[in-house]
């Protein structure tokens, strides 16, 4: 079994910046396709970054393109999201995901193709 834990969620004004841990244990870290997720109050969980176990390869959101930066430090094995430029509308719980299965290194922003899931932490950004 795999367990994932975020950590680094806080409050911030607009402009500010927060760095996003997600600790893995279980499983082996280094082979897993990581993504990260958030959910707004009454809105659908929407993907935010992913970065694959080959190839470095890397894929975001359109609205964090230029603010977010996904990366993975399989010597710890933990994956972080770096957010830079918050804005309000980036308030939300953000969840990390992994997806243990051997995987070609392609953009997937679908929740129900990643396996494991972390309890989330909480951002949220004033005005």
């Known amino acids: 079994q795999v367990q994932l834990v975020e950590s680094g969620g806080g409050s911030v004004q607009a402009g500010g910046s927060l760095r996003l841990s997600c600790a893995a244990s279980?499983?082996?870290?280094?082979?897993?396709?990581m993504g990260w997720f958030r959910q707004a109050p009454r809105k659908e969980r929407e993907f935010v970054a992913q970065?694959?176990?080959?190839?470095?390869?890397?894929y975001y959101a359109d609205s964090v393109k230029g603010r977010f930066t996904i990366s993975r430090d399989n010597a710890k094995n933990t994956v972080y999201l770096q957010m830079n430029s918050l804005k309000p509308e980036d308030t939300a719980v953000y969840h990390c995901?992994?997806?243990?299965?051997?995987?070609?290194?392609?953009?997937?922003?679908?929740?129900?193709?990643?396996?494991?899931w972390g309890q989330g932490t909480q951002v949220t950004v004033s005005s």
């Open positions: 995901a992994a997806d243990p299965k051997p995987r070609a290194p392609v953009m997937t922003t679908t929740p129900s193709a990643y396996e494991y």
């Open positions: 970065i694959s176990w080959i190839a470095w390869k890397t």
């Open positions: 279980g499983g082996t870290f280094s082979s897993y396709t």
